[in-house]
């Protein structure tokens, strides 16, 4: 009864305007309903989506500790392979410090001078003549209990340096004994 009464009291153009928000607003419900259900769907799809991204990345997980223990593994064994081998290198051909010293005293001839004194002239000329020969690095001089010691830094052979020695100064010596790289001399 409400709705004749309102049908007889609204005009034409109002009843238009009642239907048309009528319909709007059923086609609004009918909306709202089907996006609650599409948004249910959607929901429960994002879920197994999330679902399987979280599978794949604890799978990830595992591979990448995998990897990081076999690159530890990796690492510790060539480490462990160069250690080995500097041992081996070592011990077929010795320490590097011992092979330079055991080469650099190949390359020392000692010339010593027995009974002599510090400051005797000779002892001088023949330092400096040892000096100014081809191939001699360096002459170092000790003094002890009067015999003097020269240490010729050459790879040149004691007999080769003697004869490069002027024989005027040659003759102030007399050769006790003479090796590869040593000469024994005393004042003539």
């Known amino acids: ?28 419900t009918c909306y709202a309903v089907t996006s609650q259900e599409s948004s249910g769907r959607k929901r ?12 794949a990345s604890d799978k ?9 223990a076999s690159t530890d593994s990796i690492t510790t064994t060539v480490e462990d392979t160069k250690r080995t081998l500097k041992e081996l290198k070592t011990t077929i051909f010795g320490e590097k410090k ?3 010293k055991t080469e ?20 001088i000329k023949l330092q400096d003549q040892l000096t100014k020969i081809k191939g001699v690095k360096k002459v170092s001089k000790r003094f002890v209990n009067q015999n003097i010691t020269f240490t010729v830094d050459s790879k040149e052979s004691a007999d080769l340096l003697w004869e490069q020695i002027s024989s005027e ?6 050769i006790k004994e003479m090796g590869d790289k040593n000469i024994l001399l005393s004042l003539n």
């Open 169 to 174: 100064l040659q003759k102030a010596f007399i």
């Open 1 to 28: 009864m409400l709705f004749m009464y309102i049908s007889i009291t609204l005009n034409l153009k109002e009843m238009k305007t009642i239907r048309k928000t009528i319909l709007v607003l059923t086609i609004l």
């Open 60 to 68: 990830v997980n595992n591979v990448n500790k995998t990897i990081n």
């Open 98 to 100: 011992n092979r330079k």
């Open 104 to 123: 650099k005293n190949i390359e020392f001839v000692t010339v010593d001078i027995s009974n002599i004194a510090y400051s005797n002239e000779n002892a």
């Open 44 to 55: 429960a799809k994002e879920k197994k989506v999330t679902e399987k991204i979280d599978r």
